[in-house]
C-alpha cells in the first residue's frame, strides 16, 4: 500500500514549478519533503492533493491512478501552515466538519477520540480563536484525521509558529504521526524538522528530487554540492580517501565507511572545533554567541573557515586558535569513490 509519483510535471506558464519528480511513501511511512523557498514543494503537494492538475505524469495509490481523481474522492487529508480553521464553530465543531465534508455521520464518540488522539479532550467546547497557534494546528490535524485518510499531506504546518514552540510541536507531531498510523507527505524548509518528522526525507532542488534517503543518510552523504551547502556544508574541499583516511587541505580524519579514491568533502561549523592541543592553527577574525557554543571565523593559510568554540573559552577576534576537526561536523558528497558506504 503505498504512494507512488512518477515523472510529475507541473508548470505555471514558462515556471517549470514541478519537473520529472518521483516519490514513493509507504503504508504508515511519514515522508519528509525538504527544499529551500520555490523549490517546488508546495506545488508537489498541492498536485498529490488534486488542487493542481499534473502536466504529465502519474500519481498511483497502488494500482489506482489518482491523477485526474477528484480531491474529494483521494482519500487525503490536508493540514496547512495556518490550519484555516472555521473561526465561528468550536473545537469539537472543527472536528465534526472534517466528517461531514466527506459525508460521514459525525458521532460523539469519534469527535473524542479524535480529540483524544491530538490530546485536546478537555477542549471541546473552546471556541478555536482562544486556542494557541499549536493547539489549533492539533485541531487542524484531528479534523484532517478524522475521515480516516491513507494518505495525510502537511504544508509547513509548524512555520506559523515561533522557534522554541515549534521544536517541541515537531516532537509532538512525529509521536502523534506514529499513533495515528497514517501515511504522511510532510512539506518543510527546515532540515530539523524534517529529520524529527520524517522516516525519510526526499530533497527537492528546482523542481525535482535530487535525493532520498533516512535522515543519516542525506546529512551524511549529500548527493551534490547545492544539496551539501543547504544541508548546513559552508565549505566544500576537494579531499583524497585512503584506507579510511580522509585527506584535505586542512588535514586529515578517519572516517569509518569510505571508500579510496577522490571525493568531496563538506564542512559544517563544528567540523572544526578550538582545542589548544588542536593541529591546526589559525588567527581569528570574526566570533558571534549563539544559543550553547560561540561560531567562530577563522584565517587558516589563504582561507576563512567557520569553527566552534566553547562559550566559556572562546578566543576574541585578533588572537590565535588552535582548531581539529570532528567527524561529526562533516559530509562526504555522493558519486564520488570516497563516499561512504
Ligand atoms: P515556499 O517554501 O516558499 O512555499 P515551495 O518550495 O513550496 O516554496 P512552490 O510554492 O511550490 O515552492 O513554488 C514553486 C515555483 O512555482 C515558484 O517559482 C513559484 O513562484 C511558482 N508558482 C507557484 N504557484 C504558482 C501559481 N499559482 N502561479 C504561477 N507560479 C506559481
Known amino acids: 500500500m503505498a504512494l507512488r509519483i512518477r515523472h510529475l510535471n507541473v508548470h505555471f506558464g514558462p515556471t ?82 472534517g466528517l461531514r465534508m466527506h459525508r460521514i455521520r459525525p458521532t460523539e464518540p469519534r469527535v473524542d477520540e479524535l480529540l483524544d488522539l491530538v490530546g485536546l479532550k478537555g477542549y471541546r467546547r473552546r471556541r478555536v480563536t482562544d486556542l494557541s497557534g499549536g493547539e489549533q494546528q492539533r485541531v487542524a490535524l484531528a479534523r484532517a484525521l478524522a475521515p480516516k485518510p491513507r494518505l495525510l499531506l502537511l504544508d509547513e504546518p509548524l512555520s506559523a509558529l515561533d522557534r522554541v514552540l515549534r521544536e517541541q510541536l515537531a516532537l509532538d507531531l512525529a509521536r502523534l504521526l506514529r499513533k495515528a498510523g497514517t501515511s504522511a507527505l510532510v ?11 520524517a522516516d525519510r526525507v526526499a530533497l527537492m532542488r528546482e523542481g525535482r528530487i535530487v535525493q532520498t534517503g533516512t535522515a543519516e543518510d542525506v546529512w551524511r552523504n549529500p548527493v551534490d554540492e547545492p544539496t551539501a551547502t543547504f544541508l548546513g556544508c559552508g565549505l566544500i574541499l576537494d579531499a583524497h580517501v585512503r584506507d579510511h583516511t580522509v585527506t584535505f587541505e586542512l588535514g586529515e580524519i ?25 593541529p591546526i592553527s589559525g588567527e581569528v577574525s570574526g566570533r558571534v554567541h549563539r544559543r550553547d557554543h560561540v561560531r567562530l571565523l577563522v584565517k587558516v593559510g589563504h582561507r576563512e573557515v567557520d569553527a566552534v568554540a566553547s562559550i566559556a573559552t572562546a578566543p576574541e577576534p585578533g588572537q590565535t586558535v588552535r582548531l581539529r576537526i570532528d567527524p561529526d561536523g562533516l559530509a562526504v558528497l555522493g558519486d564520488h569513490p570516497g563516499q561512504r558506504e
Not at 512539506?187 to 518528522?197: C, G, P, S
Open 16 to 97: 517549470r514549478a514541478v519537473d520529472d519528480a518521483g516519490l514513493d511513501v509507504a503504508d504508515g511511512e511519514v515522508v519528509a519533503l525538504l527544499g529551500p523557498s520555490g523549490c517546488g514543494k508546495s506545488t508537489l503537494l498541492r498536485s498529490v492533493a488534486g488542487l493542481e492538475p499534473a502536466a504529465t505524469g502519474e500519481i498511483r495509490w497502488d494500482e489506482e491512478d489518482l491523477t485526474r481523481t477528484p480531491v474529494h474522492q483521494r482519500g487525503i487529508g490536508l493540514v496547512f501552515q495556518d490550519g484555516q480553521l472555521f473561526p465561528h464553530r468550536d473545537v469539537a465543531g472543527n472536528v465534526r466538519f
Open 187 to 197: 512539506v518543510t524548509h527546515d532540515h530539523d524538522e524534517a529529520f524529527t518528522l
Open 254 to 278: 578517519e572516517l569509518p565507511g569510505t571508500r579510496d579514491g577522490v571525493a568531496k568533502i563538506g564542512l559544517r561549523p563544528h567540523a572544526l572545533l578550538a582545542d589548544p592541543d588542536g
